[in-house]
């Protein structure tokens, strides 16, 4: 039987970090500013906004949202990225993605800078991810599912990783990462033949292909490592992209949902917001 990861313990550590940087900010009279900028309609984009404003609120931050309505247009939602670019008091801009059709995701991500991208959304945040260099902010989510491999995994050096979901947001950035840390990646998407089998041959599966329990017991390895990101409603009721009580019977762990890896999702904003404000200084 395999046991639950607490991704809670891991969000306190990050919290830790961040609260040092406050405080030190706080004696130069900062108190760092995130500005959240989401389309209205869209419940898990209330949910994950609910939970930033609730972390970073009991970290000492500052935080501000303009929800947009469903109907705005680009050029509606690019003068507002405009305007809170340059609004000396916003220390990070997040913009809630994916935009919803007809807007164009790309574009917006490219208005925001890259000090104040805490998401890692624009192209200068992506394109050190794929350079593996340690420049600009990481996407918070793919961070988040690395803190909680590198805590319960430790070195991952030639183990055989895959990743279930291959966006911009999570997939791609978190298969990058694992690469960085010597694993051997496969990067699944919604095209992959036999998916169960590919998924057997990990010693660390991420699950973020926004299917409902989609892995169950079938698609695991025994004794392997599963990090579900997935966050699906089904029947009333929030699950992730795996079964939980199925697959923990081989699992050596698994994250679960809710209360996984999101938990420690709000703590990397915050501590990219706390770090974007430190730069302001330099």
Known sequence: MGRRLSCSAVAREVDAVTSGKVAALSQRGIVPKLCIIMIDGKPDDEAYRNAAVKKLS???????????PSGVTDGELHGVIKEKSADESADGILLMRPLPPPLDTAAACALIPPEKDVDGACDVSLASVFRLADEGFLPCTAEAVI????TYCGDISGKNAVVAGSSLVIGRPVAMLMLKRGATVTLAHYETVDLPSLCRSA?????????????DRSYIKKGAYIFDVGINEKNGELCGDVDYADVLADAAG????PNGIGRITSSVLALHTARAAERRLK
């Open 58 to 68: 009991k970290l000492n931050m500052s935080v501000e949202c303009v929800v947009l």
């Open 203 to 215: 010693d660390i599966l991420v699950a973020a292909t926004g299917n409902a329990n989609l892995i």
């Open 254 to 257: 698994v994250t679960p949902v």
């Open 147 to 150: 803190d909680a491999v590198d």
